[in-house]
């Protein structure tokens, strides 16, 4: 299978096991990095969007879960299995709760490897297609004036448009105004529309 759209990165400080897996990986047809710290994977520039990471648990300087923490506070969504010979049940826990694709123990088989690779791209690939959602959704509702969107806000509350104009201090006929340019920007005529929009863009009543 030609996975060479599907970039996997590999961390780990043992020059033998970032070689042995690169080889694997890249026999497989992905597209691989390696990194022999976890500074230098955060070094990198932000791949675009969520990244797969083979990820070692034990390395001087900032360790795997150092690495797993210091992503979610950038705000990353990278999609990372941890590998170790040191493992642990807590550590496995701590890492799982934290957000991690897998766990796997060394020494591990190359089939164990290529299945939790398979399933963390199917992660990413999930998150990238809500991300384009989410992304669309902003865009449309970025179309709307500031008056339009507090109109909207209060549309997706599930308010009448003579209760919109009372909390917004203005005539009911001006509401049914800014609800028609709101349509026709949006593409959206219904509340139940504008609801779904409003959830995937992240906008709150």
């Known amino acids: 299978m030609n996975h060479s759209l599907s970039p996997v990165f590999v961390i780990d400080d043992d020059v033998s096991v970032r070689r042995s ?3 694997m990986l890249t026999n497989e047809g992905y597209a691989v990095e390696t990194f022999d710290s976890g500074s230098a994977y955060l070094d990198r520039a932000a791949p675009g969007g969520a990244a797969c990471v083979v990820l070692d648990v034990r390395m001087p300087g900032l360790n795997g879960l150092e690495l797993q923490q210091a992503l979610a506070a950038l705000g990353r969504e990278d999609q990372i299995i941890f590998i170790t010979g040191h493992g642990d049940v807590p550590m496995c826990a701590q890492a799982m709760k934290a957000g991690a694709a897998d766990f796997l123990p060394k020494p591990f088989t190359g089939e164990a490897l290529l299945s939790a690779v398979a399933q963390a791209l199917q992660r990413v690939h999930a998150w990238q297609q809500k991300h384009a959602v989410r ?3 902003r865009a449309q509702v970025a ?9 909207f806000r209060h549309l997706i509350a599930g308010l009448l448009n003579k209760q919109i104009g009372a909390a917004l201090g203005t005539a009911e006929k001006t509401v049914k105004v800014h609800r028609g340019h709101i349509t026709a920007k949006l593409g959206i005529a219904s509340v139940a529309g504008m609801v ?3 959830q995937q863009a992240g906008v709150n009543p």
């Not at 179309?143 to 109109?151: A, G, I, N, T, Y």
């Open 143 to 151: 179309l709307l004036s500031p008056r339009e969107l507090e109109v």
């Open 196 to 198: 779904r929009l409003a």
């Open 135 to 137: 992304e669309g959704a």
């Open 21 to 23: 897996l690169a080889r």
